[in-house]
């Protein structure tokens, strides 16, 4: 052969080699693991006898002597309270639709506005295999809600078997169509989805007063509403307490130290006892507005230094770079340091939102009938008379577990796929 | 040998076509008690090219930012292409807006494609429609060089290849000045060349450009003037030739024999 062939020729990679395999059986696991000394051994088998324990008192609670007629009987009122008209049952579903269209759309679009890479904005438009099952896995503790909520409903199963079917479907399309839009479109979805929301809410309230919502629905209006509230008022007095303006900055440092120095509890006594002092005369607002708006007031408090966080995460060379391009101050916020700092904080900010949920469980101090205070309103009832009391704050906890633990897998989720932590 | 190097006659007269673009008179900046810049007097000229040398905490990078109001000087004056820089916010934007900056660290924004980060400034301030931004902003990716890089986010780019997008965001502003702050010295030293070619080659087109670099050669090849500060002041100045080969100062030949 030629030398210049061989100058040519294409080098020859041997094969990399495989890393070696640590697989381990089943038996060989517990071994290594649980087993390896005689101290871990017996910490391993006292671990079993409690949780063998455990389990088999659970399962005899639920499966055998649970008491569970009580909630028989009284799944509409956990669900809408006592006082919601029997009738207007049609309009809840109506609105729930609507309702969960407009966050499952928020959530996609959401997605879109954070989203830094072409994969992070493409992503999910094919659901593969993969990403199903960890959908699946994801909602799984949902799925199990209505599992058990149709288990112990008496009436309508599978007409509400098949409504709550299609508001999967219907949240499916909303979220992929979210996750579809563009960049610039994102915001505005975000805000769309936000609007139906509202819209969901005030439709139901246009047959139902708010004084009569109770229970889960009650429970999960003040949370959202809350939550959609306290995010655009934290920010703004995050921004706030970084302005230049001597009032500005007064007037957020205030809000921001005072109601992070009083518990939710008192602000509710504020909100519902003295805050006709505050307000003009003629207009009292109803025991609900009072709560949201002390739940908002108070949870914006903590969104602001969160936010505020983020905001001084974000590197000085953002603003200088927008700066030296002559961007005016109010743009650089919206267009270069916000996007950043909100995808910074997003960990943070669920967490708020998570707190926020169970806070709402508060409002029964001052009488309002959501979940918890209608869960315990069953036992005082003349058929059971202070039987059950278990079953009723088993299931309680249950619905606030399931939807405070898909709040926190669906956050684990986004900081996943986002990156964050890892850039 | 009596010299005739006159620091402030070599400062003060403008290369390039000698119209006057940057003129910095009597400036001070202080950070706290700690003077980093003391009575700087420079007059860069409209198509110059001005690189400024020194060792570190020179006020060199304090220099260049205080052009385009990054820092803030507390006595003298700036002017670049006869606007005053003063606190009125609206002359301080104009003139924000006539100078590119390209920082060390890149800055671009990693939320937005590459395509977004060049069209940003360009839709934004200077109001230009979606069309005329985005041809301007392919123009001067093409430019430098990467034009295939356009949907990319800055993430997925080299170090060399953010610098060269760095470069052409700014250019796509259409500035008159072009600030450059140590731009290669955040870089592998493979990708250093092709950002010193993308700045030859604006050199090249008559752009006024003011670099704070190390790069020798850069300095060498393409600078009308250098000039070198130490301790917040300038010490000397001079074309390339009379610089690296005839300088004056002693400051001057103590930075040069620990360089070169």
Known sequence: ?423 | MASTYDLTAAALKPGGTGEPMIVVEHVDKFFGDFQALSDINLVVGKQEVVVVLGPSGSGKSTLIRAINRLEEHDAGRILVDGVEMSDDLRNIQEIRRECGMVFQSFNLFPHLTIMDNITLAPRQVRKWPKDKAEAEAMKQLTRVKIPEQANKFPGQLSGGQQQRVAIARSLAMQPKVMLFDEPTSALDPEMVKEVLDAMVELAGTGMTMMVVTHEMGFAKAVADRVVFMADGQIVEVGTPEHFFENPQEDRTKLFLSQIL
């Open chain 1, 1 to 423: 052969m030629e030398p210049a062939d061989l100058a040519l020729a294409e080098p020859i990679m041997p094969e990399p080699d495989r890393p070696p395999s640590k697989k381990l059986s089943a038996t060989e696991w517990a071994k290594e693991n649980l087993f390896y000394n005689v101290a871990s051994t017996l910490i391993t088998l006292g671990f079993v006898v409690i949780f063998v324990a455990l389990l088999k008192n659970t399962i005899r609670f639920v499966f055998v002597s649970g008491r569970w007629e009580i909630l028989h009987v009284n799944m509409t009122n956990m669900l809408v309270g006592v006082l919601f008209p029997r009738e207007e049952i049609t309009r809840g579903w109506i609105a729930l639709f609507i309702v969960a269209m407009g966050v499952a759309f928020m959530v996609g679009s959401a997605h879109q506005l954070v989203a830094q890479s072409d994969e992070e904005l493409g992503a999910a438009v094919v659901p593969q295999g993969q990403q199903m099952r960890s959908a699946l896995g994801r909602f799984a503790p949902m799925v199990l809600l209505v599992v058990v909520l149709l288990a112990l409903a008496r009436q309508a199963r599978f007409g509400a078997a098949a409504l709550i079917f299609g508001m999967v479907a219907v949240g499916w399309v909303a979220r992929t169509v979210g996750m579809r839009l563009p960049r610039q479109r994102a915001g505005l979805g975000a805000a769309a989805g936000g609007l139906t929301v509202v819209g969901g809410f005030v439709f139901l309230a246009t047959g139902v007063g708010w004084q009569q919502w109770g229970g889960l629905l009650l429970t999960v209006f003040l949370a959202s509403s809350a939550i959609v509230l306290c995010f655009p008022l934290g920010l703004a007095a995050a921004l706030g307490r970084r302005s230049k303006l001597p009032v500005v900055r007064a007037f957020s440092i205030i809000y921001i130290e005072l109601i992070r120095g009083v518990p939710l509890i008192t602000l509710l006594f504020i909100g519902s006892l003295t805050l006709n002092f505050f307000l003009p005369a003629g207009l009292v607002p109803s025991g609900v507005t009072r709560s949201v708006i002390m739940i908002t007031l108070f949870s914006g408090a903590y969104v602001a230094e969160i936010v505020r966080g983020g905001l001084q995460a974000v590197p000085k060379g953002q603003t200088e770079a927008a700066q030296a391009l002559g961007l005016p101050t109010l743009k650089m916020l919206r267009l270069i340091v916000l996007p950043q700092a909100l995808r910074n904080v997003i960990p943070a900010l669920v967490g708020q939102f998570i707190s926020l949920f169970k806070d709402t469980s508060l409002v029964a101090i001052i009488g309002l009938r959501d979940l918890l205070l209608v869960t315990q309103g069953f036992t005082k009832q003349p058929e059971f008379q202070g039987t059950a009391a278990a079953e009723v704050l088993a299931i309680a906890a249950f619905i606030y577990w399931v939807f405070t633990f898909t709040m926190s897998r669906e956050s684990q989720r986004l900081e996943r796929r986002l990156g964050v932590g890892t850039r």
